[in-house]
């Protein structure tokens, strides 16, 4: 894996917490607090939070500081599109670089992940779907395709998605073909796995939503 400096290494930890839901939607990130709780100093928190007011995960404020982005629904359709086609590219061009040792990963991740859905542990869930992802990705070695990835997840609502009933057992299962499908090097049937992940969450919310 790349070497990773302090603030891409909190800005990872930010990330995920705001895809978990462990950072809720409008909170505001206390640099301080946070620097206490990584067990860095203040510099690298500022830094990583600049990053990802870049790429939308949060909001500045001069008076209130960096508040996590609230969910725009109108906004979501087209970013189910564009997640579909740029994560399709991040997953064929990884298809040809993942070793043993990245299947054997995705392999525990996916345990994981099944057994999180057991106990209903949907921040877990949400946590090491986003591991899940970000190891496949960061393989295809196209970093410029994956900061745009960042900045749709940034305005996806995976944490009200995973709140629909039974929806992280369907994930889990959507998860085990796409894992399948990079085992065996199966490029068409990973891009239909893929692309029914994406958009099955999404329409299942879709339906359910109301303002």
């Given at each position: 894996m790349r070497h990773q400096t302090k603030e891409e290494r909190v800005a990872d930890y930010l990330r995920e917490g705001i895809i978990s839901g462990r950072f809720p939607r409008g909170s505001k990130l206390k640099q301080a607090e946070l620097a206490e709780k990584?067990?860095?100093s203040i510099t690298p928190v500022r830094?990583?939070?600049k990053l990802l007011e870049a790429e939308g995960f949060v909001l500045g404020s001069s008076h209130r500081g960096a508040v996590v982005a609230p969910f725009d629904i109108h906004a979501t359709e087209e970013i189910v599109d564009l997640r579909m086609?740029?994560?399709?590219k991040l997953v064929l061009a990884a298809l040809a670089r993942?070793?043993?040792q990245h299947l054997e990963e995705l392999r525990e991740l996916q345990r994981q992940i099944e057994e999180a859905a057991k106990k209903d542990d949907r921040e877990a869930v949400r946590v090491i779907n986003y591991r899940f992802h970000e190891l496949i990705y960061m393989a295809a070695h196209l970093p410029q395709t994956l900061r745009f990835v960042r900045i749709l997840w940034a305005r996806y609502p995976f944490d009200l998605i995973?709140?629909?009933?039974?929806r992280i057992e369907r994930a889990s299962i959507e998860h085990?073909?796409?894992l399948s499908a990079l085992i065996v090097r199966d490029e068409a049937a990973l891009l239909v796995a893929l692309r029914m992940h994406i958009r099955a969450g999404w329409?299942?919310?879709?339906?359910?939503y109301t303002d």
């Open positions: 990584i067990g860095t830094e990583a939070i086609m740029l994560e399709s993942l070793t043993p995973n709140r629909l009933d039974n085990r073909e796409m329409d299942e919310f879709k339906a359910s």
